[in-house]
């Protein structure tokens, strides 16, 4: 029944989602192919900064788009997966760390500043540490701060705008590509996730002028990570000159669905939207790869996905109104169209620049213009084009969809009927846990103890919640350091790494992370101490 209705749901929403489409337009290709670069606007310019090239070969060069064509430029340094901040002046752009080697091997210290007015780099000094994939933005007082980086080391470190990088202070866990977000004129926060390419969610938040702290709903929720460019602009939907900083970022959850967060201050939430983000089309599922891009001015934010025919997608949320209203537009195939963040033109169209498929040895060169800014270029689909079977087969799905969703809803309720019956299953789901030692299975999920338990899901997560004050990622990490507590207890030869992994976590700077926060130590420094 439960399948029968997320079938239903997606049929429906292919019915009324995908008949609109977009108007698109392929500009002149890059002179050279590209990938983990940079791209910006500058002076009014659209700019093209690094990366590397076929062989994965790191590119000194940087490309202006002007006269309709695109002007080579040559830089001083590589800035292959570097990071970009366009300075307030508007003309003035940071460049700065990227990888040292080709192939995507270690990190730079390398920085130069971009004058876009007279197309010339000046090199003229060195980052605080090597970084690659880090990312900056710029302060109130004209500095920029600096957090992020390829592998570990990393640090807030500022720029004081002229010619010198200092360190500030330590974040709590290093982050590529992190999103760093104003929440004030001299205060930033930081968050993400440590890597890319794999679903590792961080609910640590670091803040330049404050303590760090933790977001349940990113344990959950991963943001979608940016190779390029600067976060706080991108995603910013408030009014700082109203003290108001608003954003809204793109984050998928362990099971592949996509939703919007919205963070005010230090607030993250759910943005509730009228449907949830289109998973499938009538071609087949929809993936997500790049974060979302907000257009304050018409208050909407854009998605763009693509499918395995080649099939390119937009989804537009207006992230104003409350629910906020989705909508799915089908560009159709395009060929060479590069998995690259999109950017924002100045008349609310996105650009895709070069980019890769699945392969960073062959980066494309290929430019593309998606005209989401022009009420004129927006295009309705006849609705005609799906046959009369197909809206007759979805009224019918939608019916058994309610009914099943009824019967569903009482079958499995995911709250205990009384206190009685909650009191006994937190009792069973601790009796499991310290007889069968569930804990030490890295890929423990709260499915798999409900399964055991013969209840809902969201039951047992109900009565963690309730009756241990904490998310059930959190009550089973608990479990899991106590038991490394153990370990280290009875050795001193045991290595950290097999202790993380003989306790039950899956990765060391979850381990770290979960160890810290319940001893308010190290590994390390526990088991010296005890």
């Known amino acids: ?26 500009l002149p290709d890059l002179n050279i192919p590209r990938a983990g670069h940079n791209v910006f606007y500058a002076n009014g310019e659209l700019t093209v900064v690094g990366g590397h090239t076929s062989g994965f070969v790191m590119t000194p060069t940087a490309e202006y788009f002007s006269n309709g064509a695109w002007h080579l430029i040559s830089t001083v340094y590589n800035h292959d997966d570097g990071m970009a901040v366009v300075m307030s002046d508007g003309r003035r752009v940071l460049l700065a760390g990227g990888h040292d080697k080709n192939l995507g091997i270690g990190q730079s210290f390398e920085a130069e500043m971009y ?56 974040v709590t866990i290093w982050r590529s590509a992190p999103y760093l977000l104003p929440i004030s004129d001299n205060d930033v926060m930081a968050f993400g996730s ?5 679903f590792e969610p961080c609910d640590t938040v670091d803040r330049l002028n404050g303590e760090p702290f933790t977001v349940p709903l990113l344990n959950d929720w ?8 600067n976060h706080a602009n991108e995603s910013f939907i408030g009014d700082a000159a109203a003290g108001d900083y608003s954003y809204l970022i793109a984050a998928y959850n362990n099971g592949g669905e996509v939703a919007f967060i919205h963070i005010k201050d230090t607030v993250f939430s759910l943005l509730q939207t009228t449907i949830p983000v289109p998973a499938i089309s009538e071609y087949g599922r929809i993936k997500y790869n790049r974060p979302a891009i907000a257009d304050r001015r018409a208050k909407r934010a854009y998605l763009v996905g693509n499918d395995s025919t080649n099939r390119v997608y937009v989804v537009a949320v207006e992230y104003a109104k409350q629910p906020a209203p989705i909508t799915l537009y089908n560009i159709g195939q395009l060929e060479d169209f590069g998995d690259a963040t999109p950017i ?23 430019v593309w213009l998606l005209h989401t ?23 019918l799905l939608l019916v058994l969809a309610i009914v099943a969703a009824i019967r569903y809803d009482r079958k499995h309720r995911s709250k205990p009927e009384s206190d009685a019956a909650a009191d006994e299953l937190t009792a069973r789901i601790v009796q499991l846990m310290e007889t069968q030692r569930l804990y030490l299975n890295p890929e423990l999920k709260v499915n798999d103890v409900a399964k055991v338990l013969g209840v809902h899901r969201n039951t047992v997560s109900a009565c963690v919640n309730a009756h241990k004050g904490c998310s059930f990622n959190q009550f089973i990490n608990d479990y899991r350091v106590e038991y490394a507590k153990k370990l280290l207890r009875e050795t001193n030869e045991i290595k950290i790494s097999h202790i993380c992994h003989e306790a039950g976590f ?22 010296e101490k005890n």
């Open 222 to 229: 991963m943001p979608f990570l940016y190779d390029q460019n």
């Open 373 to 395: 800014g022009t009420e004129k270029a927006l295009v309705t689909a006849e609705t005609s084009r799906y046959p009369a079977w197909l809206w007759v087969l979805g009224g």
């Open 506 to 527: 899956a990765t060391e700077s979850t381990f770290f992370r979960a160890f810290k926060a319940s001893t308010g130590m190290t590994p390390k420094e526990w088991a």
């Open 194 to 198: 440590v890597w890319r390419g794999r």
């Open 115 to 170: 004058n876009s007015a007279t197309h010339t780099f000046e090199g003229f000094g060195s980052l605080q540490r090597s970084r690659a994939l880090a990312q900056g933005v710029e302060l109130a007082d004209g500095q920029v701060l600096i957090a992020g980086n390829h592998k570990d080391n990393d640090c807030f470190e500022i720029f004081d705008g002229k010619k010198s990088f200092s360190f500030v202070k330590d």
């Open 1 to 26: 029944m439960k399948r029968l209705l997320v079938l239903s749901f997606l049929l429906i929403s292919t019915i009324s989602l995908v008949g609109q489409t977009l108007d698109v337009e392929r």
């Open 344 to 366: 924002l033109t100045p008349d609310g169209d996105l650009i895709v620049a070069g980019g890769i498929i699945d392969d960073n040895f062959a980066p494309l060169a290929s």
